[in-house]
């Protein structure tokens, strides 16, 4: 049973889908298990470049089969827009399998995502609006509606009359909001259903029977570590479960058929939205960062926060996720800098922490300590192998092994595939 997890290991935007998508050039199947299109996976193949929501990344190679898991929340409508944005783009006939167990996200998931947020204030949690956490808060108080329910009119129809009476009566009193006619979700979401008839089917069962076949399953992961329901920094979180954990609950496998599980990190720390981040720079060093990574959300377009590699965060990610292997991403963008810094732990009143604190008041308070590494030079575009990094690159990645507890697997220097250093194997 061949099988390879890709998790999130700080924030997000780890860079999650250039690592699945050359990973899934060995892969057979690659599954989606949480999340929706709160996601941006970006890769870059040539010099095209592809952003996907929710199709799992391994769609851009041919005759992979791609599942969305029952863990993942589906806006069809942007599930629709991505199928014929790949098809416009030369990518046809997708094996797409989305589990009849996904929870479909609605308008008025959207609608509750946005109003939640503006009554939030200052409080705000910056979510992506997508209506992600509105969508999981409906599956958990048993008010979800599920793709086998939008696939068949009756079923969608009788569901909706079972809960868009309580959803409106919550809008219009909580809100001031008109509230949603059926009608208008029918005619909008009821052929888009049927577009997307053909690929729902019991996931769980399709994968189940691809790993007992011996082929080859990749897990990705959305979102990342910090920013899980129950590990991240609460509540400045998502609403699902990044972590390994997720897998067998999100995509119906059991937790024994995950061989590998490879953490996915930025050689340095990024953040969208709001919420504790210790290391986050607020000079010209951040600036340089997010200019010469250029972070900025693939999902929102915003600005990302930028600051030096969390060896914190990250020894947190090995321990919650179980991680076998990292992938450092991104070391291109710190090069051209004298020094740079790795946070072995924090200073909190004195004390030195070397695990990351639940307490948001306590993380406020968390001064990093920092190790120093001496830079290495900006272009790093002709580098292919490990023995052709400047030795103080290597220094800096052997650094980070040392402070998380973890082999480096992968390096990435670039966006491209050929920009990828493979340090031991991953299938
Ligand atoms: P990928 O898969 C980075 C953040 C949002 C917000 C919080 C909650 O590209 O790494 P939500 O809309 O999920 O309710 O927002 O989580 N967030 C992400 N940040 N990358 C992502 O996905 C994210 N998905 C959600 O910015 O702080
Ligand atoms: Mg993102």
């Known amino acids: ?33 949480q999340g929706g299109n709160n996601a941006g996976h970006t890769v870059m193949v040539g010099d095209q470049i592809f952003k996907l929501h929710l199709i799992p990344s391994g769609a851009i190679h041919p005759n992979k089969d791609c599942v969305i898991g029952n863990g993942v929340v589906v806006d069809p409508l942007v599930l629709v827009d991505e199928i014929d944005g790949l098809a416009a783009r030369g990518i046809e006939r997708l094996r797409l399998h989305i589990s009849e167990r996904a929870h479909v996200i609605l308008s008025y998931h959207k609608l509750q995502d946005e109003l939640e947020e503006s009554q939030r204030g200052a409080d705000k949690i910056g979510t992506t609006g997508r209506g992600i956490g509105p969508a999981y808060t409906d599956k958990v108080a048993r008010c979800g509606i599920r793709m086998v329910d939008l696939v068949e009119p009756k079923l969608f129809r009788q569901r909706l009359a079972a809960v868009l009476p309580a959803k409106n009566r919550l809008l219009r009193s909580l809100y001031g909001h008109p509230g949603i006619e059926m009608d ?40 990342g570590t910090m920013l899980d329901v129950d590990h991240g920094t609460y509540p400045y979180v998502t609403s699902s479960n990044p972590t390994a954990g997720g897998i067998a609950a999100g995509a119906g496998v059991s937790p024994r058929a995950i061989d590998r599980i490879l953490g996915v990190a930025k050689a340095y720390t990024t953040r969208v939205g709001t919420g504790p981040f210790p290391t986050e720079l607020h000079d010209a060093i951040g600036d340089r960062i997010r200019e010469r990574g250029k972070e900025y959300g693939t999902t929102t377009g915003r600005p990302r926060r930028c600051g030096w590699f969390d060896a914190v965060v990250v020894r947190y990610a090995a321990r919650v996720n179980g991680l076998t292997d990292l992938a450092l991403m991104s070391v291109d963008t710190l090069g051209g800098f004298d020094e740079v810094k790795v946070c072995v732990a924090y200073n909190y009143r004195g004390q030195r922490l070397e695990s990351f604190p639940a307490r948001q008041d306590v993380l406020e308070e968390c001064e990093p300590i920092y190790e120093s590494f001496a830079g290495w030079p900006e272009d790093l575009s002709a580098v292919r192998d490990w023995d052709g990094l400047p030795a103080e690159a290597k220094a800096y990645v052997e650094g980070i092994e040392r402070a998380v507890g973890v082999p480096v697997a992968a390096v990435s220097i670039g966006r491209a595939r050929e920009a990828t250093i493979l340090r031991r194997p991953l299938f």
């Open 184 to 223: 208008e979700i029918l005619e909008t979401y009821g052929p888009v259903g049927q577009r997307l008839r053909e690929y729902v089917k019991d996931t769980s069962e399709f994968v189940t029977a691809a790993l007992k076949a011996g082929r080859r399953v990749l897990f990705e992961g959305a979102q």
């Open 1 to 33: 049973m061949p099988s390879v997890a890709v998790i999130g290991s700080q924030w997000g935007d780890e860079g999650k889908g250039k690592i699945t998508d050359y990973l899934a050039e060995a892969a057979d199947v690659v599954v989606r298990y």
